[in-house]
């Protein structure tokens, strides 16, 4: 009876653990059917991201800010499934030795490539001597390296607008007025100057082609104020300011290196009762938005357009070509435009 009793419960315990068994297989042999009959996994594409560092002479800038945000925005539209940039961009914030240090943050970080809108254009040997040594290449900015530093390496390159153009619009937009630019009838364009930075070759061509192409055309001229206002709204306001207070009625016509210190004149000729295009004249360059409507409303003269677009572009073309090792022309011109 024993031998029977014990018989059976080997059986039902035999029973158990087959029952308990079956269901923990079943779901493993489906798992491994299931991995037999599944394509196999696409391997994703490599991608191959390549950094950019971008050095801006300082953020503060009405047009160098156009200029970056363009710059950064057209790069990442390049940009494909295989292909990335990783863009940074710095603020030089108008010190030289700051951004000599960025640069040497770039290029310790391990760029590809190198976008430069110099502080100053004289420290362009210093800049191009660190690229050099770390092998990688530079497209230069808006601030035009000399000549000679232009020569000392076949990996950089400049992209800008020829200033002496932009300064022989200005002069034309005002030669070309009914009365040429004489408002008050003594038969000389008397004027007052505005300054961008002097070491910038746009701030010294502005000024002296604007003032030639009026003499070229025969038109009689006389300075009466030269200032500096380093590109910037607050300072053309308050040289403006001082000027109308010192000449008053004898000023023609008001010639700004850039449109965001004409957005301060223009305060300035607002706040002593003078009329844009009745009583005085004003002009600028960049063609910032706000200007071409001011120049459509008639309370700016003129300015003419410096291509930001076309600027930026060409830029991140010459950095894509080397980043694909293929060689620039050294020297890459836009053309300003007139606007009145
Ligand atoms: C000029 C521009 C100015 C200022 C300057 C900075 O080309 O007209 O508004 O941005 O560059 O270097």
Redesign the pocket.
Known sequence: MKKILAFVLILALAFTAIACAAPAAAPAEEATTEAATEPAAEAAPAVTTYKVGVCI?KFD????TLYRQELESYLKSLETDTVKYDVTIMDGKGDMAEQTNQVDTFLAQGVDVLIV?LVQSSSAATITDKAKAAGIPVVYI??EPSADDMKAWDKICYVG?D?RQ?GTYQGEIIASLPNKGDQNGDGVVSYVMIM??PE?V?AQYRTEFSIKALTDAGIQVEELFKQRGD?AQEKGQELAANALAQFGDKIDVIFC????MALGAYQAIVAAGRTVGTDIYLVG??ALPECVQMVKDGTMTGTVL?DHIGQSHTAVDAAVKYLAGETVETYLWVDYQKVS
């Open positions: 002479y800038d009405n047009f160098m809108n808006n601030r607008a200033a932009s961008g930075d910038n746009d590109w290196n850039n449109d965001g360059v960049d410096n």
